[in-house]
């Protein structure tokens, strides 16, 4: 392999200064249009490839893009191992980034000082956060002038930032309100960390509403968390109401890969869905409607979620805002064949 050809390479085979190819690359207009096409000319005849970290520096822009997630094992691989919700949304904010010439730059938060050191590292255009995070992390960003988006919280920072949401609570009322319809009373609500998930406590807002306004008690005896959204979780949860609450013949999860985990454990113990039991889940991922039977479920459009997160933060990188921008998006109920009127 040859030696990696240097900008003074590039200067010395159209015979001009390193500094004059400098200008060029960064697109700066200090050179003539004659002196410009031979500096062209002796990249494209070498192969040069520019620094693009050098390249980032000098123009104060690396044309990345972050993406970060809490972090609960030191590790993001159980995230997109376990729960395909993120997996799709991801897939959506690659697709608008790609599309707009940024690369896609993905970590976990360990703590506020070892994230500002790794925007800063990388000189990251704009950063979205995914989930909720410790409240001493919103104030460490503060510090930063990058264009930050929110997605899946609500926190009382969010007023401080860009923001993108869905309609939670009215995805939980719509998911307890068709169960209710079906003639089912004692319906299970469960969740991922209802105390610290805001995006969990919104849908169990929705659930108790809907309880409420059927005449029906709210019982905390019918509320479940479990630690992860993950088909495990969601699994080891549908053996727990076999067991200790045969009561319960509904079930409203906060996301469809619990749901799907729920549905896997009562078949495997001969419980038909929806005869026996009906699930709802929530977010419609493509799994959803792969299940047997296919899963009534709230859809939130994900991979939209993805691209409406994408576009916010490309714009707010590109100065098209004058005002943080707070979108929340629409929820529809989608039914399949997980859930039945009551026997």
Request: glycine fraction near 6%.
């Given at each position: 392999?040859?030696?990696?050809i240097?900008?003074?390479?590039?200067?010395?085979?159209?015979?001009?200064?390193?500094?004059?190819v400098?200008?060029?690359?960064?697109?700066?207009?200090?050179?003539?249009?004659?002196?410009?096409?031979?500096?062209?000319?002796?990249?494209?005849?070498?192969?040069?490839?520019?620094?693009?970290?050098?390249?980032?520096?000098?123009?104060?822009?690396?044309?990345?893009?972050g993406?970060?997630?809490?972090?609960?094992?030191?590790?993001?691989?159980?995230?997109?191992?376990?729960?395909?919700?993120?997996?799709?949304?991801?897939?959506?904010?690659?697709?608008?980034?790609?599309?707009?010439?940024?690369?896609?730059?993905?970590?976990?938060?360990?703590s506020?000082?070892?994230?500002?050191?790794?925007?800063?590292?990388?000189?990251?255009?704009?950063?979205?956060?995914?989930?909720?995070?410790?409240?001493?992390?919103?104030e460490?960003?503060?510090?930063?002038?990058?264009?930050?988006?929110?997605v899946?919280?609500?926190?009382?920072?969010?007023?401080?930032?860009?923001?993108?949401?869905?309609?939670?609570?009215?995805?939980?009322?719509?998911?307890?309100?068709?169960?209710?319809s079906?003639?089912?009373?004692?319906?299970?609500?469960?969740?991922?960390?209802?105390?610290?998930?805001?995006?969990?406590?919104?849908?169990?807002?929705?659930?108790?509403?809907?309880?409420?306004?059927?005449?029906?008690?709210?019982?905390?005896?019918?509320?479940?968390?479990v630690?992860?959204?993950?088909?495990?979780?969601?699994?080891?949860?549908?053996?727990?109401?076999?067991?200790?609450?045969?009561d319960?013949?509904?079930?409203?999860?906060?996301?469809?890969?619990?749901?799907?985990?729920?549905?896997?454990?009562?078949?495997?113990?001969?419980?038909?869905?929806?005869?026996?039991?009906?699930?709802?889940?929530?977010?419609?991922?493509?799994?959803?409607?792969?299940?047997?039977?296919?899963?009534?479920?709230?859809?939130?459009?994900?991979?939209?979620?993805?691209?409406?997160?994408?576009t916010?933060?490309?714009?707010?990188?590109?100065?098209?805002?004058?005002?943080?921008?707070?979108?929340?998006?629409?929820v529809?109920?989608?039914?399949?064949?997980?859930?039945?009127?009551?026997?």
């Amino acid at each position: 392999m040859g030696e990696k050809i240097t900008i003074r390479d590039v200067a010395k085979h159209a015979g001009v200064s390193a500094a004059s190819v400098s200008y060029v690359l960064n697109g700066i207009n200090k050179v003539s249009d004659e002196t410009k096409e031979r500096i062209l000319t002796a990249v494209k005849e070498l192969n040069y490839e520019p620094n693009l970290t050098a390249v980032s520096l000098s123009k104060q822009k690396s044309n990345m893009i972050g993406v970060m997630f809490p972090l609960t094992d030191d590790s993001l691989s159980t995230i997109f191992k376990d729960n395909h919700y993120y997996s799709e949304m991801i897939s959506g904010i690659e697709y608008v980034i790609r599309k707009h010439g940024y690369d896609l730059v993905i970590s976990g938060v360990s703590s506020p000082a070892d994230c500002l050191k790794w925007i800063r590292t990388r000189n990251i255009d704009g950063l979205l956060f995914l989930g909720a995070f410790p409240h001493r992390l919103y104030e460490k960003m503060k510090a930063l002038s990058n264009p930050i988006v929110l997605v899946d919280t609500y926190e009382r920072y969010e007023r401080d930032y860009h923001h993108i949401s869905v309609d939670d609570e009215y995805g939980g009322y719509l998911a307890t309100t068709h169960l209710v319809s079906l003639g089912h009373k004692e319906i299970a609500f469960v969740a991922h960390h209802l105390v610290n998930s805001p995006v969990d406590k919104k849908r169990y807002i929705g659930y108790e509403k809907a309880l409420k306004e059927a005449g029906i008690t709210p019982s905390k005896t019918f509320v479940f968390e479990v630690n992860e959204s993950s088909f495990d979780n969601g699994y080891n949860l549908g053996n727990k109401l076999l067991q200790d609450h045969k009561d319960i013949r509904a079930v409203f999860a906060s996301s469809d890969t619990l749901a799907l985990g729920i549905m896997k454990a009562l078949q495997e113990k001969g419980k038909k869905i929806p005869q026996e039991y009906s699930i709802v889940g929530f977010d419609d991922i493509t799994f959803s409607s792969y299940a047997s039977p296919s899963l009534t479920t709230i859809r939130q459009d994900v991979f939209n979620k993805g691209v409406v997160a994408a576009t916010s933060v490309i714009q707010a990188i590109e100065h098209r805002f004058s005002t943080l921008q707070h979108v929340k998006l629409s929820v529809e109920l989608i039914i399949r064949d997980s859930t039945a009127k009551r026997g």
